[in-house]
């Protein structure tokens, strides 16, 4: 929800800063691109201090950030951004380090799909309130309201840290170990690098929806600002309801690689229409783009962290690290890209387009090479 509140009130924000709101995808790849930094290193920290203890370091982190953004500058939000990175990549690996022994394997992909839940939810959450919040208080109280739970999940966690802990190894390496591991299993596992450039055009494409949505429905689509927060939640509802159906379906019904290759054809389509949106379209029509659209660019996370978990075998942590290093740069890198090309371009059509494209092709690529580990 903290890093999502940025994109549900850009346009405020925006305006008061001074700046145009398309940068507001220079914000959310911050995030990300310094979260690259502890996906890669937290399973050896995981390894050593527990998974609990990462996961705290999370929250202490989302802390700073809120509270350097609330400050109401350039600078102190760069510097939020920075802050929230520096952690927000080990929340996969630890997540995945305590459930997956605990998972029966039958239900795996609907576990971990219902873990990935937390991500749309916080957006859906930051899209209802957000808007709402901003415009009778402002952007930095908004901001600053969301410090009271994550204070509050800050202290809860700490009471079963003990037992879920146990498992941590006081003298395990943190810094060339963890460096190693992720480049190691990438280089190991012929289908994982597919996997890998799979989840990097897919998490890119769920950030441009995510990111531009608001912005882009403000000024090309005549919504105001709640009824394009309200879109917005649209997206993230969808991605939340849709998580562990796919679960249920890759555990049941079809195999996960071939799940991600419908997934990423979807995303094309709908890329391509919302990037026709304009004052024509009814607004009915908007919303369903987008949920269908929140159905796959958001909803394809669960299984396919369980494919990186699948895949990495005993080097799951690890392979999950990695797994959230490369969702981390599509997420940094596309939305930077579809900023220039639509401030360049001054339309979105183009960018979508491209976007999609590039889904649908790595998605088709995935069958074959996930089948031979």
Known sequence: MAAYSFPAAAPA????????????????????????ISALLSPGFIH??????????????????LLSCALGSVLSVAIGAALLGLAYGATAPASTHLLVPRTPHPVINLVLSIRQIGVPLGGVTAGLLM???????????????????VLILLLAIQIPR???DRDRNPAHPIWRASLLGPMQILRDIPAIRRLALASFVYSGLQLCFVTFMTVH??????????RAGQVLAAYQIAGVISRPIWGWLA???????????????????????????????????????????????????????????RLGGAR???????????????????????????????DYGVAYAVAGALAAITGLLLPGAIRSR
């Open 13 to 36: 924000i925006a305006q008061d800063l001074q700046v145009p709101g398309t940068l507001v995808g220079f914000f959310i790849s911050t995030v990300y691109g310094v979260g690259i």
């Open 48 to 65: 050593r201090y527990g998974a609990v203890r990462a996961s705290q370091l999370v929250l202490l982190a989302t802390l700073a950030m």
């Open 131 to 149: 808007a709402p919040l901003t415009v009778r208080f402002g952007w930095r109280v908004a901001l600053l309201c969301q410090t009271i739970p």
């Open 162 to 164: 003990a037992r879920w």
């Open 217 to 226: 429905l403000t000024s090309k689509a005549g919504f105001d600002l709640i």
């Open 251 to 309: 555990d049941n019904v079809l195999a996960a690689r071939w799940l991600l290759t419908l997934q990423g054809v979807v995303m094309c389509v709908t890329a391509v229409l919302a990037g026709q949106f304009g004052l024509e379209w009814p607004r009915a029509l908007v919303f369903a783009v987008c949920a269908v659209a929140g159905t796959t660019a958001s909803g394809f996370t669960g299984i396919a962290y369980a494919e990186w978990a």
């Open 316 to 346: 799951r942590t690890e392979a999950t690290g990695l797994g959230a290093g490369v969702m981390f740069a599509g997420v940094m890198l596309m939305p930077s890209a579809f900023s220039v090309a639509v401030t360049a371009l001054g």
